[in-house]
């Protein structure tokens, strides 16, 4: 005891609570990929990860323990923020990851009588049935979803500041269906639901344990939690906006390019690359060997009069910048160039981008720039669209039709 009350912490505190008949080492996981993580940034930020042993009790189908468990994690709260009282920063707040049942008692603990909500500014819950009980075997169980669920509609402007993230397993969760993860739609503005199928670079659906090692969420994980880290502080940002932003990035919808606050910067293109006008709706290029630097300008104002979008959809094209806007009438390469890249979307098998020509009045053409590759291969497609030329509107059948109508 006397060498943990000397213990030295210097990084961001994370507690993470196990769920139903869960086990604090299933923290493992999350606490070795961010170990990694610091060290290929040489430790200038890292995590001390904690976990709380809640004896593998069954709370999902006793509730008459949650209360307890509840005040147990306040109690080790206050005693993880006691470990960095010596440092020039301290950390004002933990965060807190939880798995299944551990999920609602990190919501739970705002409603305990002297809990002060600054100690928590991120919650992060995988597979938490939050909407109700999977099982509602017992009137524990049901008054503790009440006054959790009761207390966050009722007190929405005073957790403003707390962003909440929820992540589902998806149709391999039999125990926990995705609609019970769902976080309540008033704190929209603060909070996110997500399914792990859906998640840019984890595109896969979990069981209700797996979701806790699960490689690929877990380094989405990690990278959101590194990049909400405040450079001055060398704690997570005290920004609710910064902190949904980053979780968006990296749980709705990833450009493929690396998070930063400032998303559209001013860039130039080589004065060694080539440059071609594109003047035809439909453009495709296939590169299948050794391919010098160049770019295709896309010309717009012909293209208004008839078109509202352009989109574009490239395929094993390793850059992250590679879409651009030129206001430069007169010249394919520009001086300088707006990066579009941050409107892409990571799919599985490529990077798709539409751009609005109305959001872009002042642009001449927008500019595709291709860097040089060694016999790497890639394809890129581009095109103007009419979005109510690809837009068919169905009329779906009612829900005792028994089949009997047709949807086209």
């Known amino acids: ?16 609570l196990p769920g139903n008949a869960g086990s604090y080492k299933q923290v493992r996981s999350i606490g070795s990929v961010s170990l990694r993580k610091a060290e290929s940034v040489g430790y200038s930020d890292h995590f001390d ?3 709380i042993n809640f004896n593998e009790e ?13 005040q147990f994690v306040h109690i080790s709260i206050k005693a993880i923020l006691r470990l960095y009282k010596n440092q020039e920063f301290p950390p004002q707040s933990v ?5 299944s049942m551990g999920g609602l008692i990190a919501r739970a603990l705002f409603t305990l009588r002297n809990f002060k909500p600054q100690l928590i500014n991120l919650i992060i819950t995988q597979a938490t049935p939050h909407v109700m009980p999977v099982l509602p075997i017992d009137h524990y169980l049901t008054d503790f979803y009440a006054l959790v669920n009761d207390y966050w509609t009722l007190n929405q402007n005073q957790l403003q500041n707390i962003t909440l993230l929820s ?3 998806g149709f391999r969760d039999y125990q926990v269906r995705s609609g019970l993860t769902v976080l309540p739609s008033l704190i929209k503005n603060s909070a996110l639901s997500v399914v792990s199928t859906a998640i840019p670079r984890t595109w896969a659906s979990t069981d209700h344990l797996s979701i806790v090692w699960c490689k690929e969420l877990i380094l989405t994980t990690s990278r959101a939690l590194f990049d909400m880290i405040d450079e001055e502080t060398a704690q997570i940002t005290e920004d609710p906006s910064k902190r949904m932003a980053v979780l968006k990035h990296h749980f709705v919808r990833h450009p493929a390019k690396l998070y930063e606050p400032s998303s559209e910067t001013a860039v130039n293109i080589s004065e060694t690359a080539r440059c071609f006008f594109v003047k035809t709706r439909n453009w495709e290029l296939l590169v299948t060997k050794a391919n010098s630097e160049a770019c295709y300008a896309f010309p717009l104002h012909e293209k208004r009069k008839t078109y509202g979008q352009f ?5 094993f094209l390793f850059t992250h910048s590679w879409i651009f806007g030129c206001s430069d009438k007169e010249s394919a390469k520009c001086t300088e160039l707006e990066d579009l890249s941050w409107r892409a979307e990571l799919l599985p098998t490529a990077k798709a981008v539409t751009l609005k020509l109305e959001d872009f009045s002042n642009a001449s053409h927008f500019v595709l720039y291709l860097p040089e590759t060694n016999n790497s291969k890639f394809s890129v497609e581009c095109e103007f669209l009419n979005e109510e030329l690809r837009t068919t509107p169905v009329t779906v059948p009612h829900a005792l039709s028994f089949g009997m109508y047709s949807l086209f």
């Open 311 to 315: 989109h574009c959809r490239s395929t």
């Open 95 to 99: 965060i807190l990851l939880g798995h």
């Open 58 to 70: 069954l709370v999902a189908l006793y509730g008459g323990s949650l209360q307890k468990q509840t």
């Open 167 to 169: 992540v589902a397993g």
């Open 1 to 16: 005891m006397e060498e943990i009350r000397n213990l030295s912490l210097t990084g961001i505190p994370v507690l993470f």
């Open 49 to 51: 990860v904690f976990s």
